[in-house]
């Protein structure tokens, strides 16, 4: 359906494929064992991810079926995120990041000015993630909607996260803000090319006040998740899916994405809904099992002196920072 050559949509792709496991390391992060995330990240890419990809975009049940997800709401993002619940769940939470008596004890970002750095890197990376997803660089009036669409739900997400942490925790938060505006993010990629500007200004606030009642509520239920992955990427991208039939407009897909179906929101909303259903069920149950067998072969949880170590040390055998503590000649 497209003029671009087989290995340009494949190195593309091979990317988006890359991103869903990227996505489970930050769920993981502070207790997973490498070589553990390293097997268990090939299975997924190898050989699920392709599986639901090609559900939705290759032809498969769903993408016949109407279901939309035009740049891996879902493909992308939802099924990292299913794969990190799952991860999270037969890891543990973090030492210490939770007391006896139930109260969640925080454990600071390491470096706020990287993560700032690295959100804002991320930005301008989805202005190829989603314009991308055309296909067909010839289309500007397409990539045009899709660009404005990606960057006025990023910056909406970005109010709507610091408008709720400001309003909930009494301050406004540089961590939710900056989540906020990766929910937004993630909460258009699907409906970036069906759905008007003004409504993905909307989708993206809604998902930056999620990313944050998201982030306290898994803390809540005692899911350690140090980044925040499963807020940003399974709530947001699992909002982003749902919002496409909520606010499907016809005239939009037809001139951008060039795939409307005629259908009513409510249809079209409904067809989202089983789609999410059946992803996330086979990915949840399959990453969940993915998870135990490599738990019984190789483990996955690093010792507690380690993880108390730092696993830079004991799984890399470096430090970040070697220097920190002269040690006197002798």
Request: charged share 10%.
């Amino acid at each position: 359906w497209t003029p671009v050559p087989l290995w340009a949509k494949f190195f593309f792709q091979l990317v988006f494929a890359g991103t869903a496991a990227t996505i489970v390391s930050g769920a993981v992060a502070e207790r997973v064992k490498f070589g553990s995330f390293v097997a268990f990240s090939f299975i997924l890419v190898a050989f699920m991810y392709p599986i639901t990809g090609h559900w939705i975009w290759g032809g498969g049940f769903l993408g016949s079926n109407n279901f939309r997800d035009f740049a891996g709401s879902t493909v992308v993002h939802s099924v990292g995120g299913w794969a990190a619940l799952s991860g999270v769940l037969v890891l543990g939470a973090r030492r210490g990041k939770y007391t006896r008596d139930g109260q969640v004890r925080p454990i600071p970002g390491h470096n706020m000015t990287s993560a700032a750095l690295g959100v804002l890197i991320l930005w301008l990376g989805w202005f190829g993630f989603n314009p991308g997803s055309t296909m067909a660089a010839g289309n500007g009036a397409a990539i045009a909607h899709i660009l404005v669409n990606t960057n006025v739900a990023a910056a909406t997400g970005t109010l709507g996260a610091m408008l709720t942490a400001w309003a909930l925790l009494k301050k406004p938060d540089l961590s939710m803000i900056l989540n906020g505006c990766l929910a937004g993010l993630v909460a258009i990629t699907a409906p970036c090319a069906f759905v008007s500007i003004p409504a993905g200004a909307l989708i993206g606030f809604i998902a930056g006040i999620l990313v944050v009642l998201a982030v306290v509520g898994f803390d809540r239920m005692r899911v350690d998740d140090p980044v925040g992955a499963l807020s940003v990427h399974l709530v947001n991208g699992v909002w982003g899916t749902l919002a496409l039939g909520l606010f499907y407009n016809n005239q939009t897909a037809t001139d951008v994405a060039g795939l409307a179906t005629q259908l009513s929101r409510g249809a079209q909303f409904w067809i989202q809904l089983k789609g999410v259903f059946w992803v996330g069920l086979f990915t949840f149950v399959g990453t969940y099992l993915l998870w135990q067998v490599v738990r019984l072969v190789i483990g996955v949880r690093v010792s507690p002196e380690e993880e108390q170590e730092g696993l830079d040390i004991g799984e890399h055998g470096n430090e970040a920072y070697p220097n920190f503590q002269p040690v006197a000649e002798r």
